[in-house]
């Protein structure tokens, strides 16, 4: 059956959640023997540290985590990562690092020494990170912020914490199976202030269940009081394995979801925050989110721990994962590691028409159609004409000589676009995944 048009989605309010990246994770293959020298990484790089521990598991949440129970576990991970990355040495070594990001799981439970150990290692590789690091940044649960902790954290060279309040609304929180009450929100951005971290990233979330559209502005209004630097809106997916996916509750519908993201949009812009991309609102010249931004600007990033992934030029790679079964991912990546052994479990290699798309997808809020031609041999225009049309048909689009860029409508709708994007291999891929 032929699929629906841009057109017929958005008339009908489809939503999609966000693309992150292309490839997506269903387009990996499973790989032995790796070799690191058939990667071409860029000169400049980022890097991620996956930290899979949690206090408890959100409702919502598809990454690979586990309830943090057993603390030895969690220094024998630390360990694996400090091993991992001693295999990366020589690459570490003769690279420009842009940004370092601890993501998770919930990273914030790490001990500062814990958090230290990590630094300390990576300075002792290249000792020009926190010189050439625009961005030093780590994952935070509300209930996980301490001074005394953030302090220290502060002291290693973290200037930016990203922070899952997801909502305000209590009775919202409780449902989401997290114990990020508003009171205890609230008090980990005082703490944060306190210890001078001067980009607060805090994020929110649209359709999560019993949430209606004045609850979430109710939850918008209350953290613009807050100011925080940074602010992202993500649209609840009922991702498959998670607690919301099998429960699959009434949610939110997907009219409800795209005016409260109109909403949104009104009132940050009316209380100075400018919109940075589809998702994303900054206070200027003080929010951001760079390591995000330079991958989608062809940037490498190698990916550490159990999970992680590894974006080069034409080749993506990911760490030991089981969808079904992180637990074992993990124990498994801690045994590759003490043995020495790459913990890389599956690939995808990019030939030209993957990374054609790759590029277009990367860089669709604002495409320059020059460099698109010079790259590919074929303008944007030609390669997708039917979504070309639609763009511009719908107004989620405008151009001139140089560029072709995303109106306000189309930043809405930016992931249901990307998608328009997918190769016909990614789209059946995607659709056995997440089933409509």
Not at 229 to 247: D, F, H, Q, W
């Amino acid at each position: 059956m032929k699929s629906k048009t841009l057109t017929n989605q958005i008339n009908n309010f489809e939503f999609h959640p966000e693309v992150y990246v292309y490839p997506t994770p269903r387009m990996y293959e499973p790989v032995s023997n790796f070799s690191l020298g058939d990667v071409d990484f860029t000169k400049e790089i980022n890097v991620y540290i996956h930290i899979p521990f949690c206090k408890q598991i959100c409702s919502y949440c598809g990454y690979l985590k586990v309830v943090d129970s057993k603390e030895n576990l969690k220094g024998q991970y630390v360990n694996a990562l400090i091993k991992e990355m001693k295999m990366y040495r020589e690459i570490l070594q003769n690279k420009i690092i842009k940004t370092l990001h601890f993501g998770g799981g919930t990273p914030s439970l790490l001990s500062s020494s814990e958090l230290g150990k990590i630094m300390n290692f990576l300075l002792e590789i290249n000792p020009n990170i926190l010189d050439t690091a625009d961005e030093v940044s780590i994952e935070a649960t509300p209930e996980s912020v301490e001074f005394k902790k953030f302090s220290e954290y502060k002291k290693l060279g973290i200037n930016r914490v990203s922070m899952g309040l997801q909502t305000l609304n209590d009775g919202e929180i409780k449902l989401c199976r997290r114990n990020n009450f508003s009171e205890v929100s609230i008090n980990a951005i005082e703490i944060l202030r306190g210890v001078g971290i001067k980009n607060i990233v805090l994020d929110l979330m649209i359709g999560i269940e019993g949430q209606t559209r004045t609850s979430f502005e109710n939850s918008v209004r209350s953290l613009i009081k807050y100011k925080p630097e940074t602010v992202e809106l993500y649209a609840v997916g009922l991702m498959p394995n998670t607690a919301l996916g099998i429960k699959k509750p009434d949610l939110m519908g997907k009219e409800d979801i795209y005016r409260c993201y109109e909403m949104a949009r009104k009132l940050f812009l009316e209380s100075g925050y400018e919109q940075d991309c589809h998702n994303r609102y900054v206070i200027s010249e003080k929010g951001s989110f760079f390591q995000e931004d330079y991958v989608f600007s062809g940037m490498s990033l190698i990916g550490f721990g159990a999970g992680a992934r590894t974006y080069a030029k034409n080749t993506h790679y990911r760490n030991n994962y089981f969808s079904k079964a992180y637990m074992k991912a993990i124990v498994e990546y801690i045994a590759d590691v003490n043995c020495n052994k790459l913990p890389i479990k599956s690939v995808v290699f990019l030939n030209s028409e993957e990374q054609m798309r790759q590029y277009a997808i990367y860089n669709i809020e604002s495409l320059d159609k020059k460099e698109f031609r010079r790259k590919f041999g074929i303008s944007f225009r030609e390669k997708f004409s039917e979504l070309y049309s639609e763009l511009i048909k719908l107004k989620l689009a405008k151009e001139d000589w140089r560029k072709i860029w995303l109106t306000t409508k189309g930043l809405d709708y930016r992931d249901l676009i990307c998608k328009q994007i997918f190769s016909d291999k990614t789209k059946d891929l995607e659709e056995k995944y997440r089933p409509k």
